[in-house]
């Protein structure tokens, strides 16, 4: 079977930098994705990466270890529209189902 | 260009009633999926289609039935709704580049 597991909340400060974790556990590994969700809204995709390392968009930085089975999603200059729930997703081979952990709930203090 | 529609956006049903939630996407990916989301469990998935006339069992499929109809729709069928199955239910498709999944508004249904 397949398993994520993520912190259920994070909370950070406006301007500061955060990590969200998720380690995996899957019987294949074809990518790790993260996905930004706001509240009523659906869920946008953010990042994926198929190789160890780290990927950089912006702001938001994902960074994977297959080794560890561990990826985290990295935010810098935290502006209080990131306050949303992120979700790391997994894909154990290509084309086929995606796993979704349960999510982080990102709170941005002012 | 609309990416993934669904209907309806709402819907309230009695126990034991039936429906189909539609799904269509204009981006001609191959995989769609049906997700369910509950307080504090995530995106949990249903069922999911690799390529047109393939259908496969997602993390809970109990209760569900799917159509994958074309290329663009893949429909989700409730036969006789339970309580349990009260939930947003989100349908998506991918793989775009970097396995990215796109997903419809959802859809928030209510079994009483």
């Known amino acids: 079977g397949q398993s994520l597991e993520q912190p259920s909340e994070v909370t950070a400060v406006e301007g500061a930098i955060v990590q969200i974790n998720c380690t995996y556990q899957t019987s294949g590994f074809y990518g790790l994705s993260w996905y930004q969700q706001h509240d009523g809204g659906a869920p946008t995709f953010l990042s994926y990466n198929a190789l160890d390392g780290l990927e950089e968009t912006g702001r938001f930085s994902s960074f994977l270890s297959r080794s560890d089975s561990y990826g985290y999603l990295l935010l810098q200059e935290l502006q209080m529209k990131d306050s949303a729930s992120y979700f790391c997703a997994v894909e154990g081979r290509r084309d086929d189902k995606i796993i979704f952990g349960k999510g982080t709930r990102l709170h941005i203090l002012p | 260009n609309a990416g993934v529609t669904q209907t309806p956006k709402f819907q309230v049903l009695k126990t034991g009633q039936s429906m189909t939630l539609q799904c269509a996407q204009d981006m001609n990916h191959n995989s769609m999926y049906w997700y369910r989301q509950d307080p504090g469990m995530g995106l949990r998935l249903i069922y999911y289609?690799?390529?047109?006339?393939?259908?496969d069992k997602g993390e809970v499929p109990n209760g569900y039935n799917v159509s994958r109809l074309n290329k663009r729709e893949f429909s989700l069928r409730l036969e006789s709704a339970a309580p349990s199955q009260t939930s947003v239910y989100f349908c998506?498709?991918?793989?775009?580049?970097?396995?990215?999944?796109?997903f419809g508004p959802g859809t928030r249904l209510t079994v009483l």
């Open positions: 289609s690799a390529s047109e006339g393939t259908t």
């Open positions: 998506a498709e991918g793989q775009g580049l970097d396995n990215e999944q796109f």
